[in-house]
C-alpha cells in the first residue's frame, strides 16, 4: 500500500513537473514558444560564431521578467565571465530613463515641458545666437532643439545647426543642456543631481543597480568595453577633468534586468505614475519627426509593427552597444547589452530579435 502511495505522488510530481516546465517557455511576439536551453545554446552560438565579446540579456513578457541571462566575457583577455550581475553602459539608453526623471520634475512643478530653457538657465555657448532661446525641454526629449549630436562634431564649437523645433536632429548636447537646466533649478551638482535621481526613480522602482554618476565600486563589476576584440576599460571614461559627471544622454550603468524593470514601468505603471507615463508615451504629433519614421514619443522612438506600437531604443558608445523596446498592449518587451563595438555590425543583435520572431530596427 505504501508503495502503491509512493508511486502515486511520484507521478504528481512529475505531472507538476512536466506542468512547470511548459510554464517556463518564452512566448514569442507571435506567440511561439521558445525554449529557455534552447536560446541560451543559440545566443551562445551567436557570440562565439561571430566574436561578440559579452552580452546581458533580460526579457519580458505579460509585464514580468522570464528570461535574464548574461554570456561571454567582461574582458576577453582575462577570460573573466559576464553574468546576471555584470554592470554595462546602457548609452543611449541612458535617454529614456532620464526622460522620465524629467517627467518627474514636470509633474512636481519643478520644470515646464514648453517654456523655454534659456528662463531657467542661460546659457554661454550659444548666446551669440538668439534662436537658442526658443529650444524647450520638450524639444530636447523629441530631438528638434537645433543642437547637434556633440559639439566635437562641430570643431568643438556648440552652434544651432536649424531653427529649434522646425526639424528633426537628434541631440546629446540638447540632453546635456536640460541636464544643467535641472542642476540649476534643483540646486544640486551632478553627483547631487544622481542621488535625486535614485530617490525618485530607482528605489520605487526596486532598481538594484542604475546610476548616472560614477562609483569605484563599480570597477568590481563593469565589463570592458572592447573594440575590434581587444578589451579597452571598464572605469570612468566619461569623467573629464576630474568631474564625476552625470551624463544624461550617455553614462548610466545598469544591468539588462534592474533596465527591464524600467521598462515594466512603462508598461504597467504603478497608479499615480499612470498619467505621466501616458505622456511620455504619446505620439508627439505636433513635434517634427525624423525622415520616414513615425512621430516619436517624448522617451522613445516608435514604430508599427503589425498591429501594435514598438517602442524601442538603441545606443552607442563606441565599445559598447545597447537595445532595448517594449510593446506596450502586450507587455513584451527586451534589454540587450553588450560590452562589444561590433554587436550590432555583426548581426548578432539582430539575429536574437529574429529568433524571437520579431523584426529587426536599429536607430
Not at 514648453?114 to 528662463?119: A, G, M, R, S, V
Amino acid at each position: 500500500m505504501k508503495r502503491i502511495i509512493l508511486i502515486f505522488f511520484l507521478l504528481i510530481s512529475i505531472g507538476f513537473t512536466s506542468c512547470n516546465s511548459k510554464n517556463k517557455t518564452i512566448l514569442t511576439v507571435k506567440a511561439n514558444q521558445v525554449n529557455p536551453k534552447e536560446l541560451d545554446r543559440f545566443i551562445q552560438n551567436q557570440i562565439d560564431s561571430l566574436n561578440v565579446a559579452g552580452l546581458s540579456i533580460a526579457i519580458i513578457r505579460n509585464n514580468k521578467i522570464v528570461y535574464n541571462n548574461a554570456f561571454g566575457f567582461k574582458n576577453l583577455a582575462t577570460k573573466e565571465k559576464c553574468d546576471p550581475e555584470t554592470l554595462f553602459e546602457a548609452c543611449s539608453l541612458s535617454k529614456p530613463v532620464f526622460a522620465y526623471f524629467v517627467i518627474l520634475q514636470v509633474k512636481k512643478g519643478v520644470i515646464n515641458l514648453d517654456k523655454p530653457l534659456y528662463e531657467y538657465l542661460l546659457n554661454a555657448d550659444l548666446a551669440a545666437d538668439e534662436r537658442y532661446k526658443k529650444i524647450t525641454a520638450r524639444m530636447v526629449l523629441c530631438h528638434t532643439s537645433g543642437l547637434p549630436n556633440w559639439r566635437k562634431q562641430n570643431d568643438g564649437e556648440l552652434k544651432l545647426l536649424f531653427d529649434p523645433g522646425t526639424k528633426f536632429g537628434y541631440s546629446g548636447e540638447g540632453y546635456q543642456y536640460l541636464k544643467d537646466v535641472l542642476k540649476h533649478l534643483l540646486n544640486v551638482d551632478d553627483k547631487g543631481l544622481n542621488e535625486l535621481f535614485l530617490e525618485e526613480v530607482a528605489e520605487p522602482l526596486n532598481i538594484t543597480t542604475m546610476e548616472y554618476t560614477w562609483r569605484d565600486e563599480f570597477f568590481l563589476s563593469k565589463a570592458y568595453g572592447h573594440r575590434n576584440g581587444e578589451p579597452t576599460q571598464n572605469g570612468p571614461k566619461f569623467l573629464k577633468k576630474g568631474k564625476n559627471e552625470f551624463g544624461a544622454a550617455y553614462s548610466l550603468h545598469t544591468t539588462s534586468k534592474d533596465y527591464a524593470k524600467f521598462l515594466i514601468h512603462m508598461m504597467n505603471p504603478k497608479s499615480e505614475n499612470e498619467e505621466i507615463i501616458e505622456e511620455m508615451l504619446s505620439l508627439q504629433e505636433d513635434i517634427p519627426n525624423e525622415d520616414g519614421e513615425w512621430h516619436r514619443s517624448i522617451a522613445f522612438p516608435i514604430k508599427q509593427v503589425d498591429n501594435s506600437l514598438r517602442y524601442f531604443h538603441s545606443g552607442n558608445n563606441g565599445d559598447f552597444r545597447a537595445y532595448c523596446q517594449f510593446y506596450k498592449n502586450k507587455g513584451y518587451g527586451l534589454v540587450m547589452f553588450s560590452n562589444s563595438d561590433n554587436f550590432f555590425s555583426s548581426n548578432c543583435a539582430q539575429n536574437i530579435l529574429e529568433y524571437l520572431d520579431d523584426k529587426w530596427f536599429y536607430v
